[in-house]
C-alpha cells in the first residue's frame, strides 16, 4: 500500500510537472507562430488568434480568442498598430496580468525591425487607416524573418534557460535554410528588378524591398479606403503612362477592381497569400515565400 501511494505521489510530482514545462505561446499572427513553433520545437504550444487567409487589420475579440490569451504565458504580436483595432479588447477581456501591454511577456516585434514610412507629422481619420507607427507588414521581407527569430530565440532562452542551447541551434538551422532559401528566391525573381508595380493596399513595400521592384501605385485611394470609380480611371491613365507590369494584391481583396483594370490595361494580376496559413499548403514561413515566388513566375 505504502508503495502505490509512494508511487502515486511521485507520479503526481512528475505529470504537473511535464505539462509545465512546455511554454503556452500566443501569437496574433500564424507567420509569427509558425516561426516560434520552428524555434521552440516541443517546448512550446503555440497557437495564432487569426488565421492566415484573413485581413489581419480586422478581426473580432471572439471567446475562444479570448481564453487562448487568459492561459498564456507569452504572447507575440506584430505590433505597430496592426492589431490596434480587436487586441486591446481581448487582452481586457481575458485578465492575463503576464501578458498585458508593457508586460515583459508582451514582445512587440516591429520593435525589432526598421519599419517604413515612419509618419512624423499628425495624421487624421480623413488620411484613411494610415499606419502612423510605420508600415507593420514588415513580415514579408525574409531578412525581417531572420530578426524576428531572433527575438523569438531569446525570449524563450530568457523564459526556460534550461533549454537555451536547444533554442540556439533551432535557430541556427532555422537561419540557414531561410538564408539559402531567400538568396534562390533573389535568383528566381530576378526579372522583377526595376519592373513597376501596383498593389491594393500599403502592405507589400517590404516585398519590393527584398526582391527590389518598386511599387508605384495603390488600388486604394488611402489606405483602408476602397476605391473609387474615380480613383480607378485614374488607375487606367496611370498604369498605360507608366508602363505598370504587374497588379500585386493579396487574395483576401475583392476582385472587381482588379477584373475592370485587367480589361482597359495590358496589366497582369497577381493575387498572393501574404500569410503562413493562407492556404492549406502553406504551414511555414519559407513555404510563404516559395507561394510567392511561384505565384510571380505563373504570372511572368
Ligand atoms: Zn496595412
Redesign the pocket.
Known amino acids: 500500500m505504502r508503495q502505490i501511494s509512494l508511487i502515486v505521489f511521485a507520479l503526481s510530482l512528475y505529470w504537473p510537472l511535464s505539462v509545465a514545462a512546455k511554454i503556452t505561446i500566443i501569437t496574433t499572427t500564424e507567420d509569427v507562430a509558425s516561426i516560434v513553433h520552428e524555434i521552440g520545437g516541443n517546448q512550446v504550444n503555440v497557437s495564432s488568434l487569426i488565421q492566415g487567409n484573413r485581413d489581419?487589420?480586422y478581426a473580432q475579440a471572439k471567446p475562444s480568442m479570448i481564453r487562448q490569451l487568459s492561459r498564456a504565458d507569452l504572447l507575440f504580436v506584430i505590433g505597430a498598430d496592426?492589431e490596434v483595432g480587436w487586441l486591446p479588447a481581448a487582452l481586457r477581456n481575458a485578465r492575463n496580468p503576464r501578458i498585458q501591454a508593457g508586460q515583459e511577456a508582451y514582445i512587440d516585434l516591429s520593435r525589432s525591425v526598421d519599419l517604413i514610412g515612419v509618419v512624423t507629422t499628425s495624421v487624421s481619420r480623413a488620411d484613411g487607416?494610415v499606419?502612423a507607427k510605420g508600415?507593420?507588414?514588415y513580415w514579408l521581407n525574409p531578412l525581417n524573418g531572420l530578426k524576428m527569430a531572433q527575438v523569438i530565440t531569446d525570449t524563450l532562452s530568457q523564459h526556460s534557460p534550461q533549454h537555451s542551447t536547444f533554442f540556439a541551434s533551432q535557430l541556427l538551422q532555422f537561419n540557414t535554410k531561410l538564408q539559402t532559401a531567400y538568396a534562390q528566391w533573389q535568383t528566381q525573381l530576378s526579372f522583377l528588378q526595376g519592373k513597376k508595380i501596383m498593389t491594393y493596399?500599403?502592405?507589400l513595400d517590404y516585398l519590393a524591398q527584398a526582391f527590389g521592384f518598386s511599387i508605384v501605385a495603390q488600388l486604394e485611394p488611402k489606405?483602408?479606403i476602397a476605391p473609387t470609380a474615380a480613383h480607378l480611371r485614374g488607375l487606367i491613365k496611370t498604369i498605360k503612362q507608366e508602363n505598370i507590369h504587374y497588379l500585386l494584391m493579396e487574395q483576401f481583396y475583392e476582385q472587381g477592381s482588379a477584373k475592370l483594370l485587367q480589361r482597359q490595361t495590358d496589366i497582369r494580376v497577381i493575387r498572393i497569400p501574404q500569410s503562413v496559413g493562407a492556404n492549406t499548403e502553406i504551414n511555414t514561413y519559407t513555404e510563404l515565400f516559395e507561394s510567392i515566388v511561384s505565384r510571380f513566375q505563373e504570372a511572368h
Open positions: 489581419p487589420h496592426m487607416d499606419h508600415n507593420p507588414h493596399h500599403t502592405s489606405p483602408g
